[in-house]
């Protein structure tokens, strides 16, 4: 089953700086099945995010890649996920990443 890797970063990145490597274990990630996550990719699409760098802003997921999902979108993130059937320990990883104000960093299938 395809699975999506959710970590909270120990500190925040910088411009310039690309996340091109998988490497879940660095950030002791948490696996989230896809199907379990699908409901949740379009309204995501409203969260402000970064693939691989903050020089790419982007909305939503990379799918297939590396997110950065800054702290500034936690809140609304939270909003999606709250009550959504097997994704409360992502939820979990929001609020303390929030608590931290830290950046998530997501690895796609």
């Known amino acids: 089953m395809p699975k999506h890797e ?3 970063m120990p500190q925040a990145t910088q411009a310039g700086k690309c996340f091109d490597i998988y ?5 002791n990630c948490i696996s989230v099945s896809d199907d379990d ?9 409203c969260g402000k995010t970064y693939w691989h760098s903050l020089d790419r802003p982007a909305l ?9 999902i800054p702290p ?5 993130y939270l909003e999606i996920i709250w009550k ?3 994704i409360t320990e992502l939820a979990a990883l929001f609020i ?3 608590e931290k104000h830290a950046f998530v ?3 796609g299938i």
């Open 105 to 107: 960093i997501h690895f």
């Open 84 to 86: 959504k059937p097997g």
């Open 37 to 45: 996550l699908q409901p949740c990719l379009e309204p995501f699409r």
């Open 6 to 8: 959710f970590g909270i």
């Open 23 to 27: 490497e879940p274990e660095k950030y």
């Open 60 to 68: 939503g997921l990379a799918y297939c890649g590396i997110t950065l």
């Open 96 to 98: 303390e990443a929030k």
């Open 72 to 76: 500034e979108t936690i809140d609304t």
